[in-house]
């Protein structure tokens, strides 16, 4: 990373030291080591805030099985793991173990939790291990790390500085005080995506339906909404200003007609509601674009694909992500998805099942393309 211009701060976990010298990393890295919060010799503290926060990428090689799990569960009694919680930039992490270790379900359970919070994992690769056995669970190369990185940066250029609207979950539409029409979005895929943004030094403002807005980063303009007219109003408040927007909220297409000022009695047998057409977000947009390039959603149950296409059009989109209810692991408040991804000149890209934040950099390294 030294050679390729890079500036590099280096942090040791205690047992770290056991396998390489602080003057060896120090020579190499340009710069003093850090690998305690008080260092005795000088009096000083080390700030792990400040580091976290000085970053552009952080990267964990080689993660211990010992680190995968208090990274995985919030434990902080290192130095190393105070820095990954404060950190606000991508964070990749290249699990590197023996074979078994690797391949235990406590292993593989805390390496998906990673990742579902964001973290990219660098997968280990096959070979001679320490034990002497041979598989899984050799450290990723650093040539394959430098690599990853370097994608990163290339990808992140093209974010950096643009502002992106990006909005998701539900809304609700009121019957009356106390009831209303609503759908089971969680928000998950559209937090990731503002996420994700925001790591490459993008400027976000996320308008988010009536669902928690926990695990947004503080990076994010979050902008609180219920209603479909609510979102209606926000998204075009600030669509003018921005370089692109990614839709994925699942905006009620139907509303009552009126709404009650006291709670509805069950009086009868029957009741019928009279309910009318929201105002369509996204074709609002569409409709009003200039140079921004706008990206929606589809979620489908059947004729997915065909669907997809009518919307891309219909909409003015630049390039749609197809999802389909009937696909396992994608869908409403799961933390994976599957998708499909059209453009506009009729170009598909077709994922396998992933975490959700691993879609979000999907959609956004496209997105990079036309930015």
């Not at 869908?331 to 170009?347: A, L, P, Q, S």
Request: charged share 20%.
């Amino acid at each position: 990373m030294i050679k390729n211009g890079a500036e590099v701060q280096v942090i040791c976990t205690p047992s770290a030291l056991d396998f390489v010298t602080p003057l060896t990393l120090s020579t190499l890295s340009k710069n003093a080591i850090h690998s305690h919060f008080f260092v005795e010799e000088t009096g000083q503290w080390t700030n792990h805030v400040e580091l976290g926060k000085w970053a552009d990428a952080f990267i964990i090689a080689p993660a211990t099985a010992n680190s995968l799990t208090k990274m995985a569960h919030g434990y902080c009694d290192n130095l190393l793991l105070a820095t990954y919680l404060s950190a606000d930039c991508p964070v990749f992490f290249a699990p590197a173990m023996d074979l078994d270790m690797y391949l235990h379900p406590t292993t593989v359970k805390n390496i998906h939790t990673l990742k579902s919070y964001g973290n990219i994992e660098l997968p280990a690769g096959d070979g001679e291990l320490a034990s002497g056995l041979v598989g899984k669970g050799r450290m990723c190369e650093p040539e394959a790390i430098l690599t990853r990185l370097n994608k990163l940066f290339v990808d992140s250029r093209s974010i950096s500085g643009k502002r992106i609207l990006v909005n998701a979950g539900p809304t609700y539409e009121k019957l009356d005080p106390v009831r209303f029409i609503g759908n089971y979005s969680s928000g998950k895929m559209g937090k990731a995506i503002a996420n994700a943004l925001a790591q490459r030094g993008a400027t976000v403002d996320l308008v988010l339906g009536p669902v928690s807005s926990e695990g947004v980063l503080p990076a994010v303009n979050l902008i609180k909404i219920e209603s479909a007219e609510d979102m209606y109003e926000a998204c075009n408040a600030i669509f003018d200003q921005c370089d692109a927007a990614i839709l994925s909220a699942a905006v009620a297409d139907y509303k009552p007609n009126t709404q009650a000022n006291q709670k509805i009695k069950k009086k009868t047998n029957d009741f019928t509601l009279h309910l009318v057409k929201t105002k369509d977000v996204l074709k609002s947009l569409g409709l009003r674009k200039n140079k921004q390039i706008l990206v929606g959603f589809a979620l489908e149950t059947q004729n997915e694909y065909e669907n997809a296409l009518t919307k891309l059009e219909k909409k003015n989109l630049d390039f749609i992500v197809l999802n389909s209810m009937n696909d396992k692991g994608a869908g409403f408040g799961k933390d994976t998805n599957k998708v499909t991804i059209i453009e506009k000149n009729g170009k598909k890209h077709t994922f396998e099942t992933k975490p959700k934040t691993e879609v979000a950099r999907d959609i956004i390294n496209l997105l990079s393309t036309y930015l």
